[in-house]
């Protein structure tokens, strides 16, 4: 079974700090996902890097995928309070099957 | 709207009791898994679907059984619950050959076993 470490399991900043959340692993995937949960829903994807070095950008939010595409790290700059939730990574290996990570729960106080 | 939906969304049982979580799509996916969520653990599969009547375990398939006999609907069984069953639980789907960003989560059932 593949495993995935991530880390810090909570964070509680003031609003407009910048953070970054990360995901570790011994195996390589062929792709890594990140998704926002909110209390009372399912996860939400918020993007999937694939190539080793990638960067992707969404708003405040940067997501980069490891060289060796092992780990992956979340970049939020200026956090606000509306970035507040349960941020999970999620490593596809072989099939279909997505492996996750415990999750890093994020609150950014006003 | 395209969606996953899951009943019950709360559930309440004791031990032994047997108990279906029902699980449907709408976009006519092939793919179908269950996972349960424990807190500092992450999500881990339970079971997953490749298409109808093609069933496979994930990481923690013990104490639960599946069915696929209709594309839209991936039942989740719990044929004698137990405590350690207590959990939430989430069911998704993505189409076969489909992009990695194309899968989607239902609402969750919250499951306590006494």
């Known amino acids: 079974t593949q495993l995935l470490e991530q880390s810090p399991q909570f964070l509680s900043i003031q609003e407009g700090e910048n953070l970054t959340v990360y995901c570790n692993s011994s195996?390589?995937?062929?792709?890594l996902q990140w998704y926002r949960q909110e209390p009372g829903e399912g996860p939400v994807l918020l993007v999937t890097?694939?190539?080793?070095?990638e960067v992707k950008k969404l708003k405040r939010l940067t997501f980069q995928f490891g060289d060796a595409r092992k780990d992956s790290s979340l970049h939020i700059t200026a956090a606000q309070p509306g970035d507040t939730g349960l941020y999970l990574c999620?490593?596809?290996?072989?099939?279909?099957?997505?492996?996750f990570g415990s999750g890093t729960q994020l609150t950014v106080l006003p | 709207e395209a969606q996953v939906t899951q009943n019950p969304r709360y559930l309440i049982t004791v031990t032994g009791k047997k108990l279906t979580v029902t699980c449907s799509q709408n976009?006519?996916?092939?793919?179908m898994s269950w996972y349960r969520q424990d807190p500092g653990l992450g999500l881990r599969q339970i079971y997953y679907?490749?298409?109808?009547?093609?069933?496979d375990k994930g990481d923690v398939p013990e104490g639960y059984k599946v069915s696929r006999k209709e594309k839209r609907n991936f039942p989740l069984i719990l044929e004698s619950p137990s405590p350690n069953q207590t959990s939430l639980y989430f069911c998704?789907?993505?189409?076969?050959?489909?992009?990695?960003?194309?899968?989607?989560f239902g609402p969750g059932t919250r499951l306590t076993v006494l």
């Open positions: 890097v694939v190539t080793g070095g």
């Open positions: 195996s390589v995937f062929s792709s």
């Open positions: 998704a789907s993505l189409p076969s050959g489909g992009s990695y960003n194309e899968q989607f």
């Open positions: 999620a490593g596809r290996g072989s099939a279909r099957q997505l492996t």
């Open positions: 976009m006519n996916h092939e793919y």
């Open positions: 679907s490749m298409n109808v009547e093609v069933t």
